[in-house]
């Protein structure tokens, strides 16, 4: 069984960056695509970005494309979100999770993190 805990998040001003990561643990990274999923209270969980196996295919939601990239160093067993230009329309709980196969549905995965918090001051 994999385990996701992601960490990174914090308190940012708008325009600023911040880096992401989510360790797993119980099994090699590899073996899994992997997703980036945000939510904030009241609304539904939101796709961010995601990544494949390997590495080779990536996919990002509208809102972020441009300002976030989505990697993954499966040597370390480790996938990163690096943000960059954020807004704050940006500020949420961001979650990491993983599925064999490269999906942008939250509900299509079933190994999630616990979450960190991120936010953006304007």
């Known amino acids: 069984q994999v385990q996701l805990v992601e960490s990174g998040g914090g308190l940012v001003q708008a325009g600023g960056s911040l880096r992401l990561s989510c360790a797993a643990s119980g099994r090699t990274l590899s073996s899994h695509a992997m997703g980036w999923f945000r939510q904030v209270p009241g609304k539904e969980r939101e796709f961010v970005a995601a990544i494949s196996r390997i590495g080779y295919s990536t996919y990002y939601a509208e809102s972020v494309k441009g300002r976030f990239t989505i990697s993954r160093d499966n040597a370390k067993n480790q996938v990163y979100l690096h943000m960059n230009s954020l807004k704050s329309e940006d500020t949420a709980v961001y979650y990491c999770?993983?599925?064999?196969?490269?999906?942008?549905?939250?509900?299509?995965?079933?190994?999630w993190g616990q979450g960190t918090q991120v936010t953006v001051s304007s």
């Open positions: 999770a993983a599925r064999p196969f490269l999906s942008t549905s939250s509900g299509e995965y079933d190994l």
